[in-house]
């Protein structure tokens, strides 16, 4: 059976990538960490591995019970794998939220701006004057000793413990909804209540990311579990496709991530 035809086009390169990680713990009996794999990665990691590699099992982990991006690990089967092997530093600074307003584009900016790739950045979070990174233990002195400003505030970065964790359970609303075909414009069309003729200029203005890809071809099909950007309306996803009305409508359910 083609594995590739369960996944899109643009998905092969990391598909290749993840095959050859199996092949090389199955080959030489030694555990495989990842870098940071948002949710569409780690989804498909899930997929390779399966039922059908019985030498190895994946764990996936990012600091905490809600966090959103995760190492893997690939192990031997009979490995036994601990949080402390995922090679997590968990960063925090402050900031006078009184003069100063940061977002979490704003920390991911001045992250990137120190020549660090994204994939070694876990996940963010910007909460009441407090700023909290997660990143891979091999960078993580790196960042504290050159993150000392975001925007125009100076920082003191420092570890901190990860039980020190801002952990907030996301709140995603679903709702069952009918389209007419599953085409990225129309899905956006129901989701955010908005004209069709509005979603393809979002996509056209190049505010729209699919699985944090950008995506400018509002005939872009969507997929169960697509996670959908829009910007300045948040995220949403398409949670899972339920079959057709009596009129050959597609039912799904969606959910929005509210605040």
């Known amino acids: ?101 940061l977002t979490h584009p704003d920390v991911m900016g001045a992250f990137l701006s120190l020549g660090i790739k994204r994939k070694k950045l876990g996940d963010i979070v910007v909460e009441n004057g407090v700023i909290q990174i997660m990143t891979t233990d091999d960078i993580a002195q790196y960042v504290v000793a050159n993150l000392t400003s975001i925007k125009k505030s100076n920082i003191t970065i420092e570890e901190k413990a990860m039980q020190s964790l801002i952990q907030t359970e996301p709140n995603w609303v679903e709702v069952d909804q009918t389209v007419s075909s599953l085409r990225l414009d129309n899905v956006l069309k129901e989701i955010y209540h908005i004209s069709r003729k509005i979603a393809s200029e979002y996509i056209e203005k190049k505010q729209v990311k699919v699985n944090y890809k950008l995506v400018e071809d509002g005939k872009f099909m969507l997929q169960e579990n697509d996670l959908i950007s829009l910007r300045g309306k948040g995220r949403s996803k398409l949670v899972s496709i339920n079959g057709h009305t009596k009129k050959e409508k597609i039912r799904i359910t969606t959910a929005v991530l509210r605040d």
């Open 1 to 101: 059976m083609d594995i590739y035809q369960h996944f899109r086009k643009e998905e092969h390169e990391f598909i290749d990538q993840v095959l050859s990680w199996i092949n090389d713990v199955e080959r030489t009996y030694q555990a495989k960490i990842t870098d940071f794999l948002d949710p569409r990665e780690q989804q498909i990691v899930e997929m390779l591995i399966g039922t059908s590699h019985e030498d190895v099992t994946l764990h996936q982990f990012g600091g905490g019970s809600y966090t959103e991006r995760k190492r893997a690990i690939i192990a031997p089967f009979y490995e036994n794998i601990s949080e402390e092997d995922f090679q997590l530093t968990l960063l925090q600074a402050t900031y006078p939220q009184k003069f100063i307003t």
